[in-house]
């Protein structure tokens, strides 16, 4: 509550400023500024390749007629982490970690590698790919959320082929009243 002679309360004081600055001003070793930007970029090739191979593997599971994996952190993490060089060190994965990885692996060997330059390891980047993986539920969890009815009306028009009906009726002989009365029941029915 404010006091009586004061209209509104005061500003509250901010707990942090961000200022823009070149990041030779903040960190001026020259090594420091190189391993910065090469991680930078080996984590950009990850997600752009994680991002990729994720959509191929949910296309792969929805063409052979699987059911789609959650899409966890854990889940997320080893699909980022396969269009990588494999790293050979650190404690072993468990047994569904490593049936995931077995089956990620196979597709990507099989239809994803030969359209890769060269597997960019992964050292030094395990806390990086934990913030990228739920970066990428996040996008997944936003797309579904504003998109859902329209992704939802474009499978049912392409899988009940309504472009084609749609266009046999257009080519049909009937007049034009019938043919808007046939596309607006053939719309109706979907």
Known sequence: MCPK?????????????????????????????EKLQEATKRANTIMTH???????????????GLSFPK????FVKEVL???????????????????TKRVLRDLYDRHYKPYVREEVPYT???TVIDYMAIEVITMYENNIKARFVGHMERFVN???????????????DASSEEKRAQGNALCAQL
């Open 158 to 172: 392409v899988s009940w082929g309504k472009k084609d009906a749609l266009a046999v009726i257009q080519a049909s």
């Open 81 to 99: 982490k396969v269009p990588c060089k494999d790293a050979k060190s650190g404690r072993p994965v468990g047994e569904k970690a490593a049936s």
């Open 5 to 33: 002679n004061m209209k509104e309360p005061p500003d509250p004081i901010p707990t942090y400023q961000t200022i823009k600055t070149s990041l030779k001003r903040v960190a001026r070793n020259d090594v420091v500024i």
């Open 71 to 74: 899409l966890d952190k854990e």
């Open 50 to 64: 994680g991002l990729h191979f994720l959509k191929l593997y949910l296309l792969h599971c929805y063409e052979i």
């Open 124 to 126: 030094h980047l395990n």
